[in-house]
């Protein structure tokens, strides 16, 4: 049955693809069940982030003795992680959609990332990965599921489901921002001290946000009135116990062994792992008629250049972090200020973090606004991912500029301007593209397999993340990075998204046309 949905006396009615009638109280214009997803995902993203900024770091320090030389294979198993982290969404959305339901997806995917969280604070380098691959498969069971509830609280053209996953990722970008500060301050000014190095509170306190994730669903989910509950059949505690056995015996050793390998070897398994999820997904579209195939294709068009946006876009969590403590120029002549605020002299390196999210908060409403205002010649979804590919490298265009021109013949360092406008042009360019990727899914993907699609979707990240570690790697080299190094590979980078952007621009109108009117 297709959803429809009215407002009647401030109530949202929703009659969903399960046949249900729902009421849901109108906040803010939107089904209140919205707000409270926007909280629990706050708090994941809060845990999230927490680590992206330190990982790198601590591997370097803790494992390396602080050489140079460990900054590839750093890069390399923080890409490997965060290929995993999206790679394990595509069985975490199968094992909601056919076992445990959404709901109890949620919750026991927060619980076993929280677990692993508070591994990885324990400083050993085996218990590390084990710690990363607990969060890896607790991470699959939540990350497309609670992305899936948000688009099952609106009907199929109901024209605030964009608005609606534009204000969740209005929370994700929030949980970004505040979790490099906080996390930042509790290590250098509370926590710092000799029996409890910082990074290890850095990862501490990541994994307290992430219970606080647990707890707020676990109150708040009465809100959704059913939606995201267990199919029959999958009702009782046995489906549950039956998916945490599996995920601690088989999943967890899974992803263990996967972050040790080769990244080469990594990549042909991601890629591999895509075409299952694309067959079923086609199989599936052929099923319900050549227009939901049509739309498959489309989908799976935008997946792969999607691969190149998240390769280049996700330096911040690796190659650009060792930019900003080695080549960026953080004295800007605020010591005090600094010293009182994070514990140091210069500006943090974690502080960049939460440029990217300053800027989209900031400029969300702003491209929202030009997307309205451009009514009718509004682009299209493809021709927006091409522009979101085109800024991402602009972003490198930048670091080419700065690398080649504006390196201080005194400290052999670049502005600090320099990478915050990188990370804010990034930020542009992800305002094009990822917000309206998670709606696109939700409306291209056969209805029996959102989910699973949504799993897809993350996939396709993945395998970019990964290719982001190997970019890293060869940013670093062998011996740590330096200017010359930093030049080549951004150089390389700038034309691989240049060309990619170009690409996409020029066959958006095919990829419109297997769309079928889809906005």
């Not at 998916?243 to 040790?260: D, E, K, N, S, W």
């Not at 972003?395 to 052999?412: C, E, K, N, Q, W």
């Not at 897809?456 to 200017?483: Q, R, V």
Request: glycine fraction near 10%; include cysteine; charged fraction near 10%.
């Amino acid at each position: 049955m297709t959803a429809a949905a009215e407002n009647i006396g401030g109530t949202n009615v929703v009659i969903g693809d399960d046949g249900v009638r729902r009421e849901f109280a109108t906040a803010a214009g939107h089904p209140a069940p919205l707000w409270m997803l926007f909280m629990s995902e706050f708090w994941e993203r809060f845990a999230f982030y927490g680590i992206r900024w330190a990982m790198v770091l601590y591997v370097v320090a803790q494992f390396y003795n602080g050489s140079a030389t460990g900054e590839k294979p750093a890069s390399e198993l923080y890409g490997a992680y965060l290929a995993l982290v999206y790679a394990g969404a595509i069985f975490g959305g199968y094992v909601a959609d056919k076992l445990i339901g959404h709901q109890r997806s949620i919750l026991l995917g927060a619980l076993i990332m929280s677990t692993g969280l508070f591994m990885i604070a324990i400083p050993s380098e085996h218990v590390f990965r084990l710690g990363l691959a607990t969060i890896i498969v607790g991470n699959g069971l939540f990350k497309p599921i609670i992305s899936t509830l948000v688009g099952k609280l609106y009907a199929q053209g109901d024209e605030r489901r964009d608005s609606g996953f534009t204000i969740f990722y209005m929370g994700i970008n929030l949980g970004a921002l505040v979790s490099p500060l906080i996390t930042q301050y509790l290590a250098k000014k509370v926590f710092g001290i000799d029996n409890m190095p910082a990074y290890k509170v850095v990862f501490i306190a990541s994994g307290v946000g992430m219970l606080l994730s647990l707890v707020w669903f676990w109150f708040g989910r009465r809100q959704l009135q059913g939606i995201g509950l267990p199919q029959a059949g999958g009702s009782g505690v046995r489906n549950v116990l039956i998916v945490l056995a599996l995920g601690v015996l088989v999943g967890v050793p899974l992803f263990y062994f996967l972050l040790t390998i080769d990244a080469t070897y990594l990549q042909v398994i991601l890629m591999l792992l895509l075409v299952g999820p694309a067959i079923m997904l086609v199989i599936e579209g052929v099923r319900e008629g050549q227009v939901a195939r049509d739309k498959v294709f489309a989908m799976l068009i935008i997946l792969a250049f999607n691969v190149f946006f998240w390769c280049y876009f996700e330096q911040a969590g690796s190659s650009f972090n060792f930019l900003a403590e080695k080549i960026i120029d953080r004295d800007i002549g605020l010591h005090g200020l600094f010293q009182v605020l994070a514990g140091e002299a210069n500006f943090p390196v974690s502080w960049f973090q939460s440029v990217n999210s300053v800027a989209i908060i900031a400029l969300a409403p702003v491209i929202a606004w030009i997307w309205v205002r451009m009514g009718k010649a509004n682009p299209t979804i493809p021709r927006k991912f091409s522009f979101g590919l085109v800024f991402n490298a602009l972003a490198f265009l930048l670091l080419m500029y700065s690398l080649t021109h504006l390196v201080a013949s005194d400290t052999g360092k670049i502005p600090f301007w320099t990478l915050v406008m990188v990370y804010v042009i990034q930020s542009v360019g992800e305002l094009c593209l990822s917000p309206i990727g998670l709606s696109m899914t939700t409306k291209l993907a056969p209805p029996k397999l959102t989910g699973f699609a949504m799993g897809a979707w993350f996939l396709s990240i993945a395998i970019g993340n990964n290719l982001a570690g190997i970019f890293a790697g060869e940013a670093s080299g062998e011996t740590g990075m330096t200017t010359a190094s930093a030049l080549d590979a951004y150089t390389k980078g700038f034309w691989i998204l240049l060309v990619a952007g170009i690409i996409l621009f020029l066959v958006s109108p095919l990829v419109n046309r297997l769309m079928h009117g889809t906005k």
